[in-house]
């Protein structure tokens, strides 16, 4: 079983900013594919920002140019650097990560969801 906890979230002003962390525990597990998702009050969830283990990200037109992902590998950890940061952004932050899990049967894709982290962004 894989577990991912963020961390990072919080109250900041108009034109602050905040990191946001994802690290991944467990066994037996390569990340492939991860990112960032959110929900504001009454919308749909939606991509924030992946990066794939090669290091390729993508990002919602939204976020270009104010947000960074990154990646530890090491320490199976994801980040968020979120800067110039707008009301509009307040939402709660799901870390997503597509998984290899290895076992004795053989490896299998599966993915996961953290719990989310609330970011507000008051103006």
């Known amino acids: 079983q894989v577990q991912l906890v963020e961390s990072g979230g919080g109250l900041v002003q108009a034109g602050g900013s905040l990191r946001l962390s994802c690290a991944a525990s467990?066994?037996?597990?390569?990340?492939?594919?991860i990112g960032w998702y959110r929900r504001a009050p009454g919308k749909q969830r939606e991509l924030v920002a992946t990066?794939?283990?090669?290091?390729?990200?993508n990002y919602a037109d939204s976020v270009k140019g104010r947000f960074t992902i990154s990646r530890d590998n090491a320490k199976n950890t994801v980040y968020l650097q979120m800067n110039s940061l707008k009301p509009e952004d307040t939402a709660v932050y799901y870390c997503?990560?597509?998984?290899?899990?290895?076992?004795?049967?053989?490896?299998?894709?599966?993915?996961?969801w953290g719990q989310g982290t609330q970011v507000t962004v008051s103006s």
């Open positions: 990066i794939t283990s090669s290091g390729s990200t």
């Open positions: 997503a990560a597509g998984l290899t899990m290895y076992s004795a049967s053989g490896p299998s894709s599966k993915n996961y």
């Open positions: 467990g066994s037996a597990f390569r990340i492939n594919s």
